[in-house]
């Protein structure tokens, strides 16, 4: 099965910290969303957890990488819609998306098996 096919919206919950600690309004965004826009890069494939923020996507032939720490994520600056993460490498934009998904019943498809009228 493909990473894709695997994903399933991965963030912070409730056993991701101890009691009292609140999660940072960056790592809340991370929690609904299911499609990142990082240094104007689309990427599917990002895990949010309890370590950081991992994120994978193909620019051209070349993969890139970015991993972010916990401290790194809740040092991050909301500039509009937009977070500005910075690491060892610089600055980073991140945009946090919600990808459309097609409804998976088929009830408005007319049945392409049947022989058609003629």
């Given at each position: 099965?493909?990473?894709?096919?695997?994903?399933q919206?991965?963030?912070?919950?409730?056993?991701?910290?101890?009691?009292?600690?609140?999660?940072?309004?960056?790592?809340?965004?991370?929690?609904s969303c299911?499609m990142?826009?990082?240094?104007?890069?689309?990427?599917?494939?990002?895990?949010s957890?309890?370590?950081?923020l991992?994120?994978?996507?193909?620019?051209?032939?070349?993969?890139?990488?970015?991993?972010?720490?916990?401290e790194?994520?809740t040092?991050?600056?909301a500039?509009?819609d937009e977070?500005?993460?910075?690491d060892?490498?610089?600055?980073?934009?991140?945009?946090?998306m919600?990808?459309?998904?097609?409804?998976?019943?088929?009830?408005d498809e007319?049945?392409?098996?049947?022989?058609?009228?003629?």
């Amino acid at each position: 099965m493909s990473r894709w096919a695997a994903k399933q919206p991965q963030g912070y919950n409730a056993n991701s910290f101890q009691i009292g600690t609140p999660m940072s309004p960056l790592a809340t965004a991370l929690q609904s969303c299911d499609m990142l826009l990082i240094d104007g890069l689309h990427a599917f494939d990002f895990t949010s957890d309890e370590s950081g923020l991992t994120i994978e996507c193909m620019d051209g032939r070349q993969l890139r990488r970015w991993t972010f720490t916990p401290e790194q994520i809740t040092a991050a600056i909301a500039v509009g819609d937009e977070w500005q993460l910075d690491d060892a490498d610089g600055a980073h934009r991140l945009v946090c998306m919600s990808a459309f998904r097609a409804p998976d019943d088929d009830e408005d498809e007319s049945d392409l098996d049947e022989p058609a009228d003629r």
